[in-house]
């Protein structure tokens, strides 16, 4: 590796830590500790799992050195530490909690100094980067679960710059040159045939991601443009469902997104956010749709509008792709595969941009709506 490219892994890996501590930066350390939410972790926790996330590899697993708190990575352990339980442990806090993030990253500067990181490299953690795209991926994912936890905390407003890092619109994988027609009604009609599904064998991707694969599939219709507040508001009226999660009434009817401790209508023209795949799938059944398979949503991925501002969610459960192998750990992806789990895809406007790629593969408990989690319905062709 050349030295240029280790000083642009460090610039990666101090902007995106540059991006979690502004993110935090508006709360104080009560908030940062407090619990809003069973499924949410505190704050603090979540920081102390991302220093300790890099600990592990950076330091203690490529550079071979011990841990700075002894035993104290058993705490941040996300199998082992259920979210519900994460706020009673006995963590790192406040000021010891920053002094802990800035002694990693000055150790894992020290081992980046030493490593040798290439194509040819022997060990496949360090092979093309691997392990510090892993890094950089966890970090920016834990982003995203903040932000899940500050739609909670009242008057926390998203300092502006930060949006810029964010994305609201999809870098779509224009190498592919599946059919893909204009049909009735806003939807795309998509010609049967075989599909390469997943990452190519080059770049970083999540082990569930791959191997890529041929899929055959039969002609399908699946919609532009994800459903709309408007859409499911149509829905709640006719079906009696629940609202989305941070809806409530306003005196006149109509309806308020209280995220924050706002009180702001809700736009009908905005895709609907933070439903379950319950909903979903009811939503798609009244519609007279269904939702899109996974492998459905990736061929068509290339021509579909508004991907990047709702986590779509897909009828198929979260499984292992025909040759899967856990790298570098299982507890990532194996440990979730079954019929318990159902797949999203696309990304939210609080996902990063690095994250957006037609192979990713995010999953979630069905009943789940925390997440920014949105609908876009499919059909038979």
């Given at each position: ?77 996300a ?5 519900k ?16 993030l ?21 060990d ?52 592919r ?64 469902a ?36 319950h ?65 999203l ?7 990063h941009?690095?994250?957006m ?25």
């Open positions: 590796m050349t030295p240029s490219s280790k000083e642009a892994i460090a610039e990666r890996l101090a902007e995106a830590r540059r991006f979690t501590l502004e993110l935090l930066q508006p709360l104080d350390d009560e908030q940062l500790n407090r619990v809003y939410s069973p499924l949410l972790s505190p704050l603090a926790w979540d920081l102390g799992h991302i220093a300790n996330f890099e600990e592990l590899w950076l330091v203690q697993t490529i550079g071979q050195r011990e841990p700075l708190h002894g035993e104290l990575g058993r705490f941040y352990d199998i082992e530490n259920p979210r339980s994460r706020g009673a442990l006995p963590i790192l806090r406040d000021a010891e909690l920053r002094a802990y800035a002694d990693v990253r000055e150790r894992t500067l020290e081992v980046l100094a030493e490593v040798e990181i290439g194509s040819d490299a022997e496949p953690l360090l092979r093309e980067g691997f392990v510090y795209e892993m890094l950089l991926a966890h970090e920016q994912q834990h982003n995203e679960t903040m932000l899940q936890l500050l739609q909670m905390v009242d008057d926390y407003t998203l300092p502006p710059h930060l949006g810029s890092r964010l994305t609201s619109t999809f870098i779509a994988d224009t190498a040159k599946e059919e893909v027609t204009t049909g009735e009604g806003g939807a795309i009609t998509v010609s049967g045939g075989v599909y390469e599904i997943g990452a190519p064998v080059r770049g970083f991707a999540y082990d569930n991601e791959r191997p890529r694969h041929a899929v055959e599939l039969a002609p399908f219709e699946i919609d532009r443009t994800p459903v709309s507040n408007a859409t499911y508001i149509q829905f709640m009226e006719e079906t009696a629940e609202p989305p999660l941070y809806w409530e009434r306003e005196g006149d009817g109509g309806w308020v997104l209280t995220r924050m401790g706002g009180r702001d209508p809700i736009d009908p023209a905005h895709p609907v956010l933070h439903v379950s795949w909903e979903a799938d009811a939503l798609a059944r009244w519609a007279g749709k269904r939702l899109p398979t996974e492998h459905e949503w990736e061929a068509a991925s290339p021509r579909l509008d508004g991907v990047g501002r709702a986590w779509e969610w897909t009828s198929s459960d979260f499984l292992a792709y025909p040759g899967f192998e856990a790298f570098p750990y299982p507890e990532y992806s194996q440990v979730f595969f079954g019929a318990t789990y159902k797949v895809r696309g990304g939210s406007w609080a996902t941009r690095n994250l790629r037609p192979s990713f593969r995010n999953w979630d408990l069905p009943e789940r709506r925390q997440i920014f989690s949105g609908i876009r319905l499919a059909g038979d062709a």
